[in-house]
């Protein structure tokens, strides 16, 4: 293939390559940020960022580890929700017999430390690991689970922690679209606030 053939086939692949870079890595993204902006989606844009106080304390999106028996748990994560340590879920297979040993050990912590009586049947949602390591939400059945253990540990009625997870609870958009669950952050971010009213915590 002579020079100027190979010239003529390779223009117009390096125009395209460009073109589709500028496109996809600048001009899509800016396009978005300022239609986000125009729509009042400031808040989504920047990351669903929460503030407390002026401060910024967590993400909407991303979990958290409260480890504290005073609040709700989230899901295990692989990475301990520490971003340092990257994303994803666990490697270990879930037919692997370290894999069982390692639920039937939470599941007992967590009936323990639930003050529920042996045997008591502890949702998957809670024993099993996050697939992203970040996951911010649990299941209903799962919050309500540690009801008992938060009761026990704080002194709060079991109506005011059944009203907040209640209240923190999300339902599939339009009835049937996604599942329901319950965001554990903003779950514990008002349980946090009800604490530090009633001079539970400092």
């Not at 323990?112 to 024993?127: D, F, R």
Request: proline letters at 5%; one cysteine or more; glycine letters at 10%.
């Amino acid at each position: 293939m002579s020079d100027t053939r190979r010239s003529g086939v390779l223009r117009p692949v390096v125009m395209l390559t460009v073109l589709m870079f500028v496109l996809c890595g600048f001009a899509y993204p800016a396009f978005v940020a300022a239609a986000g902006s125009a729509l009042g989606l400031g808040w989504q844009e920047n990351g669903s960022l929460i503030k407390m106080n002026g401060t910024v304390v967590a993400s909407e999106l991303i979990g958290e580890k409260f480890s504290s028996p005073m609040y709700f748990w989230p899901r295990v994560s692989a990475v301990n929700y520490n971003s340092l340590n990257g994303s994803g879920g666990s490697s270990i297979g879930i037919a692997t017999l370290e894999f069982y040993n390692q639920t039937k050990n939470y599941t007992e912590y967590l009936i323990q430390t639930g003050h529920l009586s042996p045997g008591t049947k502890v949702p998957a949602n809670g024993v099993e690991p996050s697939a992203s390591g970040f996951d911010p939400d649990i299941t209903v059945a799962f919050a309500l689970f540690q009801i008992p253990r938060v009761h026990f540990n704080t002194n709060l009625s079991v109506s005011l922690l059944r009203s907040l997870v209640s209240k923190y609870t999300v339902h599939p958009f339009l009835g049937f679209i996604g599942s329901t669950y319950v965001n554990v952050v903003l779950l514990d971010l008002a349980l946090h606030s009800i604490l530090l009213k009633k001079g539970l915590i400092h």
